[in-house]
Structures are given as C-alpha cells and as structure tokens.
C-alpha cells in the first residue's frame, strides 16, 4: 500500500515538475541549441547542406504539442478471449494543457489507473470549415495497472497513437492501444 501511494506520490511530482520548469533552468542548454540552429540554418542558406533525413524525420515525429482540453467519458472495446471479463465504461477524468497530458480512470481490469505524459500533434487535416483530424500520440507514465504490464513500482511506460476528430470546441479521441490484447478506446474533448 505504501509503495502504490508513493508511486501516485512521484506521478504528481513529476507532473508538477514538468508544469514548473523554466528558461531559466535551460539557460545553456537553450545557447547551445541557438547555435546549433544558427549552423544549421547558415549551412542550408549557403547552399553549403540540404536538411538531413534525420532532421526532417525528427521535426515531423516531433510535431506541435496537442491543443489544451478537458478529456472525459473514455469507453474501451477488447480483443482478448476474456472481454466479457474486462471493463468497457473508464470514466476518464484528464487535462491535456500545452502537450502536457494527466489524468485517471478505472482501467479493463476495475483498478483506478493515473497517467502523466506528453501530447503531440503530428498532422492536421482540415476536412471542412472549423472540422479537424488530428493525428497525435502520447508518451509517459501511468500506475494502476500492477502486474498485468512490465512496471517498476506500479508504473508502467505509457505509448500510444489517437485520432482527434474536433468540431469547433468539442472531439474526441479515438485510439488503438497496442499491447498483446489490442484495445480499442474513445473518449470526449473539450478544447479549451
């Protein structure tokens, strides 16, 4: 019990450290890539270097940070023989601010599960006046899931691609979690 309160302990934590963080605390970090950009940039103007397909591949990968909502509702569909078993209604409670995600829900197995992590936007596509496709993903950590995923002291890296479809101020997402039992999931967003 101790261990799982000190795992949901070092989520927040990190979350919060994630949120805290600023320029100045990247200082040289943030010169270095200056230059690195400044050499960059010279070298293609020049006609010297044409962009890398690792630097392209990179910037597209990359992306823009996902667009700040209000993630709720979220319902999974299974694929493992024992579906009927597992849970479909999560009742997903989350923020995505800035390509920062969090959040909780009752995951398939009726544990509360918690995540933190990065969102990212690889492509828009606009289908029609203030109606969007996002193509995205998210990395990072979630706990709850206990010895059902590999993890270290209950949390467990957390990868995985959405599909955004947002009209106005109001999508969801729509995704397949891979895992040996592929899961499909939607949930409802309110861009903020």
């Keep these: 019990m101790k261990i799982a309160i000190s795992a949901k302990i070092l989520i927040i934590m990190t979350c919060l ?3 805290s963080l600023n320029k100045e605390a990247f200082a040289d970090d943030s010169k270095r890539l200056q230059l690195f950009k400044l050499r960059v940039s010279n070298e293609l103007t020049d006609g010297t270097a044409k962009p890398s397909t ?4 990179w910037k ?3 992306g823009k940070p996902t667009d700040s909502a209000v993630l709720g509702g979220m319902w999974s569909m299974h694929t493992s023989n024992h579906k009927d078993e597992m849970c479909g209604e999560n009742n997903l409670i989350g923020l ?7 959040g909780t829900f009752k995951n398939s197995y009726r544990n509360q599960s918690t995540f933190v992590g990065l969102g990212r ?10 109606l969007n496709v996002d193509f995205k993903y998210r990395i ?11 993890n270290v002291v209950g949390v467990s890296p957390l990868a995985y691609p959405l599909i955004g479809i947002n009209y106005k101020k109001i999508g969801t997402d729509i995704t397949i ?4 039992r592929p899961i499909f999931a939607s949930n409802f967003r309110y861009n903020l």
């Design 17 to 19: 450290l994630f949120l």
């Design 140 to 150: 990072g950590a979630i706990y709850g899931y206990k010895d059902k995923y590999p």
């Design 96 to 102: 995505d601010y800035n390509g920062f995600t969090i």
């Design 54 to 57: 690792f630097l392209k591949t």
């Design 60 to 62: 597209y990968i990359k």
């Design 121 to 130: 936007t690889v492509y828009t596509l606009h289908v029609a006046k203030e």
């Design 177 to 180: 979690i891979p895992s040996d």
